[in-house]
């Protein structure tokens, strides 16, 4: 049988070509304009982002989560292409999951680091894909950047994304070392609000992620300062109704309950 | 022109209380020439799981194809039916494995998982799925669909409620759309039955 191969698949890359040079645009992917934040407060580490995809200037999902899970005590930021980002993220927490089964051992950031910005850079910055990448491991809390060709950089407060210099603004300017748990969410919440109102890439909610030596805490929706302000209670009533031409209803097949009718063992004589 | 704007194309798919409802436009287009006003966008996979592709038409047809291989091998490993979360992830994984010469398409999928639970997602062409409680929509009209939807959309409807609903939405949407119309195609799905519509749009 044909086992399909890993990896990327080119065959249509000649196709596509012809239909660009017969002056057809390429589509547009799905970004995430975005705001992603981490820093190092003095138990550990806390990432945070905004939750609104855009499609070209429409927003295509208000609620996204941008916040990706790489091993119980690592998680990534994503900004960028978001498929880029949701594959990149999900391949290197498999590999993570393997590895850890194969070392018996917790996984450490340095090592998602790696396999991170070695991906990115085998594919020379065409996975677009910038990562905040944060956790604790057995070495202590760990925060990196990692650009979409490979580079990464170690920092204590770390900003990407479209509103990162909203959110840098305000981390350059409150930022100190040794910050509590409560003084450290709120300051990525502060940063993250920045640019969620201040960039038109970003926008709805907060989410925040806390990691700690031995436990995590992830904040989906920790702030929602962008509800819907007038909702009718009644909603929509359409007094004409939609006119159609033809209706076909099938109904769907009931499973059948097999039950034991008589005594069970019927070959014992 | 863009090359999603070739043939033209309008989904729209909602959730209700148990139920959900996914809908197309009809028409077929050659760039502004209508060629068929038939066109079948929405593919059933399994009774309680269907799927709309919007974009490219040929490649609409192959995807289909591919996923429909792909379902049937599954139901001969598995003996059972795929649940719509893991079709989602089967077909985010096919558009990512083409992502520097993708398919251009859009997919719309619709399905009741676990305990009747409606589902819905959306993607772009190269397979970021987008969750949705409410409603999710792809093609040419989107942009009108997502504020009719965003405007007529409750929570909780029964399945008549939603099919009127959908139904407007997509009607009054492809209205405002030259590359999407002549009627439209609804589907409403209740753990019971499968209900399919046609509607009569403006033909022009």
Known sequence: ?269 | MSIFEYNGSALVAMVGKNCFAIASDRRLGVQLQTIATDFQRIFKIHDKLFLGLSGLGSDAQTLHQRLVFRHKLYQLREERDMKPETFASLVSAMLYEKRFGPYFCQPVIAGLGEDDKPFICTMDSIGAKELAKDFVVAGTASESLYGACESMFKPDMDHEELFETISQALISSVDRDCLSGWGGHVYIVTPTEVTERILKGRMD
């Open chain 1, 1 to 269: 049988m044909d086992v399909p191969k890993t990896g990327f698949s080119f065959d249509l890359c000649r196709r596509n070509e012809m239909l660009t040079k017969k002056g057809l645009k390429s589509p547009g992917y799905l970004k995430t304009g975005t705001t992603i934040v981490g820093l190092i407060f003095e138990n550990g580490v806390i990432l945070g982002a905004d939750t609104r995809a855009t499609e070209g200037p429409i927003v295509a999902d208000k609620n996204c989560e941008k916040i990706h899970y790489m091993a119980p005590n690592i998680y990534c930021c994503g900004a960028g292409t978001a498929a880029d980002t949701e594959a990149v993220t999900d391949n290197i927490s498999s590999q993570l999951k393997l590895h850890r089964y194969h070392t018996g051992r917790e996984s450490r950031v340095v090592t998602a680091l790696t396999l991170l910005k070695s991906h990115l850079f085998r594919y020379q910055g065409h996975v677009s894909a910038a990562l905040v990448l944060g956790g604790v491991d057995v070495t202590g809390p760990h925060l990196h950047t990692i650009y979409p060709h490979g580079s990464t950089d170690t920092l204590p407060f770390a900003t990407m994304g479209s509103g990162s210099l909203a959110a840098m603004a305000i981390f350059e300017s409150e930022y100190r070392e040794g910050l509590t748990r409560e003084e450290g969410v709120n300051l990525v919440t502060k940063a993250i609000c920045s640019g969620i109102f201040n960039d038109l890439g970003s926008g709805s909610n907060v989410d925040v992620c806390v990691i700690e030596k031995g436990k995590k805490e992830y904040l989906r929706n920790h702030l929602t300062p962008n509800p819907r302000t007038y909702i009718s209670s009644k909603g929509y009533t359409f007094s004409k109704k939609t006119e159609v031409l033809l209706t076909k209803i099938t109904p769907l097949k009931e499973l059948v309950d097999v039950v034991q009718v008589g005594g069970g063992d019927a070959m014992e004589e």
